[in-house]
């Protein structure tokens, strides 16, 4: 049996690249997000997230379009999830300015 020390030094596996298809939609989704049409946004995004559950910048894009609009209790949620899926960067800091994780 592992040690808490040796799970928390073991290194994140390596990522299958994305599927061509699931990648389209990530892309389309994104472009969706900077000609402000969130809703389209959100449902490709949605898309891809479902298509490959290992891909946490899904997550983290539609935390971004929740937090825009408004709705910060599901951005959180997302960036949660995102970092859930996979330590991930952006999902963090932004936990981090929305006060919800610690400054470390």
Excluded: H
């Excluded at 599927?19 to 995004?45: K, S, V």
């Excluded at 209790?73 to 960067?89: H, K, P």
């Amino acid at each position: 049996m592992q040690t808490i020390t040796q799970m928390k030094e073991r290194p994140n596996p390596p990522v299958a690249a994305v599927d061509p298809a699931t990648q389209a939609m990530i892309e389309e989704g994104l472009q969706a997000w900077e000609q402000e049409r969130y809703e389209d946004a959100q449902r490709l995004l949605r898309s891809a997230a479902a298509a490959d559950l290992r891909r946490p910048e899904c997550w983290y894009w539609i935390g971004c379009i929740k937090e825009k609009v408004g709705d910060l209790r599901s951005a959180v949620y997302c960036y949660y999830l995102a970092n859930d899926i996979r330590r991930y960067g952006p999902a963090l800091d932004a936990l981090r300015r929305l006060g919800y994780l610690g400054g470390n």
